[in-house]
């Protein structure tokens, strides 16, 4: 079983930044593919980037060039930059967990609240 606890979220200004981190428990980190996913009010969950095992990234294209994720294998932890945030970047946040091999169980955290507003 693996835990994931985000943190960072909150209330920013459009244009600003915050970077988000979620932790994972266990000693499987290193064979995850982990991802960042966002669901707005009245909609349904949606993918914003992974990074793979091996460090490949991948983004949605409505966050490509403002948002960054990355992992630290030797703290069990991936980030979400988040870099001249958006009003319809608001959300709430949550990680998600991949292992590598079959039979590919995945986990998710709890999510973490991101409000762009002025």
């Known amino acids: 079983q693996v835990q994931l606890v985000e943190s960072g979220g909150g209330l920013v200004q459009p244009g600003g930044s915050l970077r988000l981190s979620c932790a994972a428990s266990?000693?499987?980190?290193?064979?995850?593919?982990m991802g960042w996913y966002r669901q707005a009010p009245g909609k349904e969950r949606d993918l914003v980037a992974t990074?793979?095992?091996?460090?490949?990234?991948n983004y949605v294209n409505s966050v490509k060039g403002r948002f960054t994720i990355s992992r630290d294998n030797a703290k069990n932890t991936v980030y979400l930059q988040m870099n001249n945030l958006k009003p319809e970047d608001t959300a709430v946040y949550y990680c998600?967990?991949?292992?590598?091999?079959?039979?590919?169980?995945?986990?998710w955290g709890q999510g973490t609240q991101v409000t762009v507003s002025s």
């Open positions: 266990g000693s499987l980190f290193s064979i995850m593919t």
């Open positions: 990074v793979t095992s091996g460090g490949r990234t």
């Open positions: 998600n967990a991949v292992i590598d091999i079959l039979p590919h169980h995945d986990y």
